[in-house]
């Protein structure tokens, strides 16, 4: 696609239930972040993808977050009985290659409001 | 581990003016990159400038210019003659030559007014 794609871009869900958020990068990008953007705050790392594997998953907050990635493309980011402190935009972005050098280009992110 | 401030939560500045965001960070590592990121009410972050750490030369980009100070750690972004366009979120992150991850400024949210 043209840019990362995130869905959806807005999700209501009540405490405990789980949720899925999905990103599908930029064709090609081999690179695939996640980060967590509370209200008014800095971006929070959650995981990043070379490939189909996760060399860094330090930023999952809890057990009750998990990421997968398949075909070194989409990557879903599901978060398990869910917590109002979860509530925040989840920003997925994508690179070329995992270089630091390289531009990353970010999605409009899933705004994930928990009840 | 890496660290990044942004001391000033809010700032504004007058259409067609000057204005300098500031950035600041900690890291022990002698090579890495330092972005600035702009974040429209649209969410999406776009990149606006980045500094390679061994450059000495600072970045620029049409009206967008760093100040890039390695010993003091310091990593301004000036915007001249300001734009309607530019009020958003601006963020400053610091990315290490090992990649992966980039650490992200609390951000600072600029004002223009016309």
């Known amino acids: 696609g043209a840019g990362v794609s995130q869905s959806p871009s807005n999700k209501v869900t009540e405490k405990g239930k789980d949720v899925e958020l999905r990103c599908d990068p930029i064709?090609?990008?081999?690179?695939l972040y996640w980060y967590r953007q509370s209200l008014g705050q800095g971006l929070e790392f959650l995981i990043y993808?070379?490939?189909?594997?996760?060399?860094?998953k330090s930023g999952l907050p809890s057990d009750r977050f998990s990421a997968e990635r398949t075909g070194g493309s989409v990557s879903t980011l599901t978060i398990q009985r869910t917590q109002q402190e979860d509530s925040a935009v989840y920003l997925c972005?994508?690179?070329?290659?995992?270089?630091?050098?390289?531009?990353?280009?970010f999605g409009e992110g899933s705004w994930l409001t928990v009840v | 581990a890496q660290t990044v401030t942004q001391s000033q939560p809010e700032m504004s500045v007058q259409e067609a003016e000057t204005v300098t965001l500031s950035c600041t960070y900690d890291t022990s590592e002698s090579d890495y990159y330092l972005f600035w990121y702009k974040q429209p009410p649209s969410r999406q972050m776009i990149l606006v400038i980045r500094q390679e750490a061994y450059k000495q030369q600072n970045a620029t980009e049409n009206r967008f210019s760093v100040n890039f100070q390695k010993a003091a750690k310091s990593f301004s972004l000036k915007i001249s003659d300001s734009q309607l366009g530019d009020a958003a979120m601006y963020f400053c992150a610091y990315r290490s030559t090992n990649a992966g991850k980039s650490t992200f400024g609390d951000g600072t949210t600029l004002t223009v007014k016309p």
């Open positions: 064709s090609g990008h081999t690179a």
């Open positions: 993808f070379q490939g189909n594997s996760a060399p860094d």
């Open positions: 972005a994508s690179s070329l290659m995992d270089s630091s050098g390289n531009t990353i280009y």
